[in-house]
C-alpha cells in the first residue's frame, strides 16, 4: 500500500494507470502484482480513497488484431513486457485471462497461420488454461485474522516489526489444483514466502 500511496503523492492523488504506475523509476512491487493482491487495479486505488478510470474490456478479434499488428511491427512474437508498449499498449492480462498467456496467444495465432487451427478455434482462446484466481479479500481477512496476524512459518507479525509484510499463501498450489478455501491458505511473511517459491 505505501508503494501506491507514494505513486498517488507524484500524481497529484489522482486516478493513475497501471502503466503509469509501472514507469516510475525506484523499487516497488509491479502493478500485477498489485492487481493480484487486491482483485483489480481499480479495487487497489479505491482502498488508497483514488476512484475514476475504467478496465478496458477487448474482444478477442481486438485482440488478436493488436498482437499481429506488433508482431509484424517487431518482426517476431512479442511478449509479456512487450505486449504493452506497442500497437494498442494492451496489457498482457485480457490475453493471459483468454489464452493463458502472451506466448499461448502467440503460439496459437502462429497454428491459424500456418493452417493447424481454425479462426473459430483460435477465438475461442485456451479455456484450460493455468488461470490463477484472486483470493478474495474478504477471505485474505479471515485468514489473517485467522492466523492471529502472524507468519505460520517464522512468527514474524508486523505488531512488533513494522518491517514485517503479512501474504497469504495457497499451501497446495493454484498450478497443482489447489484453491482459495481457508484450509489451503496459510499466513507467511514475505521473506518466508520467498523462500518457498525459491525451493
Not at 509491479?30 to 477487448?58: P, V
Request: with cysteine.
Amino acid at each position: 500500500m505505501r508503494a501506491l500511496q507514494s505513486a498517488a503523492e507524484k500524481f497529484g492523488e489522482s486516478y493513475f494507470s497501471t502503466m503509469q504506475y509501472d514507469s516510475l523509476s525506484g523499487k516497488r512491487p509491479c502493478a500485477d502484482t498489485i492487481t493480484q493482491r487486491f482483485g483489480s487495479w481499480k479495487k487497489a486505488l479505491k482502498l488508497i480513497g483514488i476512484s475514476g478510470g475504467r478496465e478496458k474490456h477487448y474482444s478477442a478479434e481486438q485482440l488478436i488484431q493488436n498482437l499481429e499488428a506488433i508482431w509484424k511491427e517487431l518482426g517476431f512474437p512479442p511478449g509479456s513486457k512487450t505486449i504493452a508498449t506497442f500497437g494498442e499498449k494492451i496489457s498482457q492480462k485480457p490475453y493471459r485471462n483468454h489464452w493463458g498467456s502472451v506466448r499461448s496467444a502467440c503460439e496459437a495465432l502462429a497454428a491459424f497461420h500456418n493452417g493447424s487451427i481454425s479462426q473459430e478455434k483460435l477465438l475461442a482462446g485456451n479455456v484450460t488454461a493455468f488461470r490463477r484466481t484472486t483470493i478474495p479479500l474478504n477471505v485474505r481477512w479471515a485468514v489473517l485474522k485467522r492466523d492471529n496476524y502472524r507468519c505460520n512459518k517464522c512468527g514474524a507479525s508486523p505488531s512488533s516489526d513494522h518491517q514485517v509484510e503479512l501474504e497469504v499463501d495457497h499451501i497446495h498450489p493454484v498450478a497443482k489444483g489447489g484453491g482459495n478455501e481457508l484450509e489451503n491458505l496459510q499466513t507467511l511473511c514475505h521473506k518466508c514466502n520467498q523462500g518457498k517459491k525459491d525451493r
